[in-house]
């Protein structure tokens, strides 16, 4: 695991390029703000927390009000951005420090890759692909 803190809202930090149209790594990263203003795409994690108690359902989050995109919205149970060259276990380490449940890449069900293109509230263009 790296020693990374866990970023909130709209924080700096680099993300690592991914080449459509298939979103293979390029190795290359770039401050994230950056990659929203040149249209960049690049990774993150969105984990899907299904209840099976009654009546089975999905835990969802409600976003902050002072993110930059889709304040106030429900949103994945967890998510988190691959910064740098993260694998998926930063990734989920870091996710377990933001909820408090440690979660384990091979006790989870991969169901595929997710694209998002959203326009934050400065105007970027926010491009990126979601393990899910």
Do not use: C
Not at 40 to 55: C, E, F, K, P
Not at 71 to 80: M, N
Request: negative net charge.
């Amino acid at each position: 695991m790296t020693n990374k803190k866990p970023k909130f809202h709209d924080d700096d930090f680099k993300v690592e390029i991914l080449e459509p149209p298939f979103f293979k790594k390029t190795g290359q990263t770039i401050d994230r703000k950056e990659a929203w203003k040149k249209g960049h795409w690049y990774g993150a994690v969105n984990l899907w927390i299904v209840s099976d108690q009654d009546t089975p359902s999905i835990v969802y989050q409600q976003r902050s009000p002072n993110i930059g995109w889709a304040p106030g919205k429900l949103d994945a149970s967890a998510g988190e951005h691959y910064e740098d060259l993260d694998t998926l276990d930063d990734v989920l380490d870091k996710v377990s420090e933001e909820i408090g449940k440690k979660y384990d890449a091979k006790d989870l069900t991969y169901l595929g890759k997710k694209l998002n293109v959203g326009i934050g509230a400065d105007g970027t263009t926010r491009n990126t692909v979601n393990d899910v």
